[in-house]
């Protein structure tokens, strides 16, 4: 029978080899730990010091190249947009650093800009009411000036097209003919001459969605014949199916009709993920109508929005130029400008026996 002095020595003996494992650990295995923890503890840090030391050799390249840009910007813009009009329309939530941007390039490219319509959260409600308000002053003002509402390319976006179509031609004024052929440089402007002021009937136009709380309207003095169509900073829940989304689509639409040449712009942030406006503009048919630049915010996106614009008034096909997924090349290869033929004219040269000749000489 075990009696308690079994157990008291099992105990002592249990409670012995414990203290001898935790001694072990302690000296023994103590420095093989650490010296484990350490070696990991430096690597980690070699490689943290290499990642910091490559980041800001990067961002050396990029402060470098964005210097160069806006250094070399003058030049590449210089009469791109010569003579030009143009008319930027913002989505709500669209940034102001790309608004500013596009502003700023458009006039070293020659173009006026004519104003900035800004669209508001209601003019992307697709709810009843606010489709039976729309519907309701779309027909007014169709029936004021004339115009015969296109026919609805989406059923759940056919108020904002028909809001589109209209406002398009308060703004817009398209050339009646192209001085262009496919693939080759325009000899001069899309436009020519003077425009006037916007028309009474424009006005009116303008007040009334701006009065029920569609759009506001910043200094739109003259109708324009490029327009610019800015996208949210932020991108929504819902992604592709998201009502701003889909209203995007309709709208690029109608102004590519109206205009010139429209395009799409985004900032970097936010066209880079999936459901971003620039995203679902481009896996659409629009996309083949209207070119998009997602990095608009930066200096080489604001040059190629000009370079987008040139070569789709000059009869290009539309692209997707940026650097996140969907675009097909950085920028758009600029137009080269049409030079004048050689003239030749005749110069004597003197033969062998010192009688003139004549040849053929090209200045």
């Given amino acids: 029978m075990i009696d308690f002095r079994y157990h008291l020595v099992s105990i002592v003996a249990v409670f012995?080899?414990?203290?001898?494992?935790?001694?072990?650990?302690?000296t023994e295995l103590q420095g093989h730990t650490i010296d484990l923890l350490q070696s990991t503890s430096n690597g980690l840090k070699n490689s943290l010091n290499a990642a910091n030391a490559q980041h800001h050799s990067d961002q050396q390249a990029i402060n470098a190249d964005q210097q160069f840009l806006q250094t070399a910007e003058r030049r590449l813009l210089d009469k791109e947009l010569d003579g030009d009009r143009l008319v930027i329309i913002t989505e709500p939530g669209a940034p102001g650093s790309v608004?500013?941007?596009?502003?700023?390039?458009?006039?070293?490219?020659?173009?006026?800009?004519?104003?900035?319509?800004?669209?508001?959260?209601?003019?992307?409600?697709?709810?009843?009411?606010?489709?039976?308000?729309?519907?309701?002053i779309n027909s007014t003002l169709a029936s004021t000036d004339g115009t015969v509402l296109a026919a609805a390319a989406a059923p759940q976006t056919a108020y904002q097209q028909q809001a589109a179509q209209l406002i398009a031609t308060a703004i817009l004024d398209k050339p009646a003919t192209t001085n262009?052929?496919?693939?080759?440089?325009?000899?001069?402007?899309a436009t020519s001459g003077t425009a006037s002021g916007l028309s009474a009937t424009a006005q009116t136009l303008l007040a009334a969605y701006e009065q029920a709380g569609y759009l506001t309207v910043s200094d739109v003095t003259m109708p324009a014949t490029l327009a610019v169509i800015v996208t949210p900073q932020t991108?929504?829940?819902?992604?592709?199916?998201?009502?701003?989304?889909?209203?995007?689509?309709?709208?690029?639409?109608?102004?590519?009709?109206?205009?010139?040449?429209?395009?799409?712009?985004?900032?970097?942030?936010?066209?880079?993920?999936?459901?971003?406006?620039?995203?679902?503009?481009?896996?659409?048919?629009v996309s083949g109508e209207v070119s998009s630049v997602d990095d608009a915010d930066t200096t080489l996106g604001q040059i190629s929005s000009i370079w987008a614009l040139a070569a789709?008034?000059?009869?290009?096909?539309a692209n997707s130029y940026g650097i996140w997924g969907g675009a097909s090349a950085v920028s758009p290869v600029p137009l080269p400008e049409l030079s004048a033929a050689p003239t030749i004219t005749p110069t004597p040269q003197k033969t062998a026996k010192g009688k003139g000749t004549t040849s053929v000489k090209k200045k």
């Fill in 180 to 189: 262009s052929t496919s693939g080759s440089a325009t000899s001069g402007s």
């Fill in 235 to 285: 991108v929504p829940a819902d992604g592709q199916n998201d009502p701003g989304n889909q209203v995007l689509l309709a709208l690029a639409q109608q102004f590519e009709i109206g205009s010139a040449a429209t395009i799409v712009v985004g900032s970097s942030a936010g066209s880079s993920p999936a459901g971003s406006a620039i995203s679902v503009l481009r896996s659409s048919s």
């Fill in 99 to 136: 608004i500013d941007g596009i502003e700023q390039v458009a006039g070293i490219a020659g173009a006026t800009v004519t104003g900035v319509v800004a669209l508001q959260p209601k003019f992307n409600d697709l709810s009843g009411a606010t489709q039976s308000d729309l519907s309701g």
């Fill in 16 to 26: 012995l080899a414990l203290a001898i494992g935790i001694v072990l650990g302690s």
């Fill in 312 to 317: 789709q008034k000059a009869g290009e096909k």
